[in-house]
Structures are given as C-alpha cells and as structure tokens.
C-alpha cells in the first residue's frame, strides 16, 4: 500500500483533525473532557519533539516510520517523565495513529510496536538545592524569570499561577490568596481540590519584585488583570513557561533539565527539611487534601527528614550538647 506525501497532511494537521473527532465524542458523552484534554496536550508534547531541528509537527504523516518513533521521538518524550506518563502519551499517539491509517494518511500505525513498561517503578522527586535554584533562576529569560521565581517560592500549581489576579496579591499582608486555577481548554475553574483554596505568605523580596512588576507592566497585559498574563493580556500558555522559560534558563544554566513541576517540589523539599514547619502547616501550603497524601506525595523526604532528624539528635547527645 502507498500513500503520496504529496497529498498527506503534516503530523500536526492531522492530528488537528483527530483532535477534532475527540472534541465530537466529548458533546455525544462518549469521553469525557478531561480524557479530550490528556490527548491534545499528548499531542502537542509529540509535535513539539524536534528530529535534527525539525518538529515532529512539521513533517508530514508518511515520513513517521516505526523506527523513528522507536529510536527517535519516544526517547526523547522520556526525558523528565516518567514512563507512567510516557505510556499514557503513547497510548493516545497510537490511537491517533489508527485513525491516521483509516483516512490513508499513512501506511499502518509507526507507534504501534512502541512498549513502555511502568513495573517497579519507583518516584523520582529530583531535590534541588536552593543555591542551584538561584543559580538557575538567574540565567531565565527576563520575560519569564518572575514567574519562575514566583513559582519556587510559593509551590503554586501551573494553572494556579496562570489565573492568578492582582487582586489575589495582597501586599499589606504579605500573602498569595490562591481561589482559581486555568483547566486545559476548559478556562479558569476551581483549585484542583477543595484544600487548593489557601492563602500563601509571601517573602520579601517576591513582594518587592511583584511591586516592581505591577508599576512596569504594559497596558496591553491589563485587561484581565492577571499577574503573569500573555503580552495581550490573555492568560499566558504553560507550554511556553516550560520551554521558553525554565527550559532555556535550563540550557543557559548548563545544568540538568527542570521541568516546571520540581519548581513545586523544590518549594515542598524546602517546606519538609526546615524544622519550623509541622506537618499541617505543609500540607496547607502545598494545596494537599491531607497530611496522609502530603506523606505519600514525597514518602521518600519524609522519610529522610525523619532520619536527618534522629542523626542530629544522636549527635548532640554524643557531645553532649
């Protein structure tokens, strides 16, 4: 069987198309919009991979072959995930794929010999060192560096960060009101959970930075007042966060790749090593329903602090101090 590159569409036209089909099983209740949501955003992160500087969008159907989604694409899709997370990707490529073939926009499906396995596979929390946070942070681009910062120091969600308003800022108090979060093509909603809904205390130097920032920020970015808005004022996409943001300050850093989820966990390695703070006060600030899911969430620092705990303590009784 034969298909002309000629007439097949580029990877990211079809997919566009099979987006489309999902977006009529969402209005016939077949799927539900959460599932819709996964496999756009699956089908953007495929897109985006670049092979030899061109994105994976760009080239067209007939060009994916088994070996290049097998040697190529999928390692370079495991990098900073998981193989939970890359397994879910490539399930909802494959599907895409099948629906490729049907409309003859390529010759069988190139992901379907793909196989991602998840057993034993343990969570991998990457603990930041602060120094290396302020290192890293110092080689953002200015465009994005405040929401960076903003970010590892608050542990505020993604979708949190982006709905945030100005009039969640309050500056006399010095804290953060978290009330909403950007849901993937559903718009500002609530907090992922009930216990989302918090209130922040906010360093210092964050509060002058953002003191700095509402003065300087252009009139264009007002007309939603939000904190961190787009350069039209519409809420900013998280794609470019992760790879115009941390992911260049990344490059420029020259240090191993952050995804924008250990900006969240580096605030919470620091929350769960300082001694000052008890166990609720963490789970309060992280947004978690419970101290059991906190536990569960980072069971291996947990367990290290309690450890480093039982250390200290051995060791001043042994000087006696």
């Known amino acids: 069987e034969y298909v002309d590159p000629a007439t097949a569409p580029t990877v990211r036209e079809a997919f566009d198309e099979f987006l489309r089909t999902q977006d009529e099983r969402v209005q016939a209740g077949e799927i539900g919009q959460a599932e819709c949501n996964n496999k756009e955003r699956h089908a953007r992160q495929f897109c985006g991979v670049k092979i030899n500087g061109v994105e994976v969008g760009k080239m067209k159907t007939t060009v994916v072959s088994s070996d290049l989604v097998i040697d190529e694409i999928v390692p370079k899709l495991k990098s900073g995930r998981t193989n939970r997370t890359v397994r879910k990707l490539v399930v909802n490529v494959q599907q895409a794929f099948d629906y490729f073939a049907r409309k003859k926009w390529c010759v069988g499906n190139p992901a379907s010999g793909v196989k991602i396995s998840t057993a034993e596979e343990g969570k991998r929390l990457r603990r930041i060192a602060p120094a290396e946070m302020q290192f890293v942070i110092s080689h953002a681009p200015e465009k994005y560096r405040l929401a960076i910062e903003f970010a590892a120091y608050t542990g505020l969600r993604q979708g949190e960060q982006r709905a945030l308003t100005w009039d969640d800022i309050d500056f006399d108090d010095g804290v953060v009101h978290v ?87 580096f605030y919470a390695s620091v929350l769960i090593f300082n001694s000052e703070f008890n166990d609720a006060t963490i789970t309060e600030f992280l947004g978690h329903s419970s101290i059991s899911f906190s536990k569960k969430e980072y069971a291996r620092w947990f367990k290290d602090r309690k450890r480093d705990e039982k250390i200290a303590a051995k060791l001043g009784a042994a000087f006696g101090r």
Do not use: Y
Request: hydrophobic share 40%; aromatic share 6%.
């Open 179 to 265: 009330r909403r979060a950007i849901k993937a093509r559903a718009g500002v909603g609530k907090t992922k959970t009930e216990a989302g809904e918090r209130s922040i205390p906010l360093m210092d130097f964050l509060l002058q930075s953002l003191r700095k920032w509402k003065v300087a920020q252009p009139l264009e970015q007002r007309a939603n007042n939000l904190v961190f808005p787009d350069e039209v004022g519409e809420p900013a996409a998280g794609w470019g966060w992760r790879v115009n943001g941390i992911g260049a300050a990344c490059r420029a850093a020259e240090v191993e790749r952050i995804t924008w989820q250990d900006l969240r966990h």
